[in-house]
């Protein structure tokens, strides 16, 4: 399940228009993850503009979706103290 929803969050942030290779805060990554599943109808609408970007600018694409997974799992990675909650 994790892994399903670091990529969803992936592919609408990289659909997003925060731009690569930025770092932004947790909260700007939040943001930008709600307004581009608004403006492209949910998160097929984001993948299908990243499956886009890969046919059209492939050399770019893929960059962006590093960058974007690296934020993406940085901004979403769970708390020291919620693991030690999970694990008790």
């Known amino acids: 399940?994790?892994?399903?929803?670091?990529?969803?969050r992936a592919a609408a942030l990289f659909a997003g228009d925060l731009p690569t290779d930025s770092n932004p805060s947790a909260l700007?990554?939040?943001?930008?993850?709600?307004?581009?599943?608004?403006?492209y109808g949910g998160t097929r609408g984001c993948v299908a503009r990243m499956a886009a970007a890969y046919g059209d600018?492939?050399?770019?694409?893929?960059?962006?979706?590093?960058?974007?997974?690296?934020v993406v799992e940085a901004a979403y990675q769970p708390h020291p103290a919620t693991q030690e909650l999970i694990a008790a």
Do not use: F, G, K
């Not at 399940?1 to 969803?8: G, H, I, K, P």
């Not at 700007?28 to 403006?39: E, G, L, P, Y």
């Open 57 to 70: 600018y492939p050399e770019t694409a893929c960059h962006r979706m590093r960058w974007a997974r690296r």
């Open 1 to 8: 399940m994790r892994s399903q929803l670091l990529t969803a």
């Open 28 to 39: 700007a990554v939040d943001n930008a993850i709600t307004i581009a599943v608004r403006r």
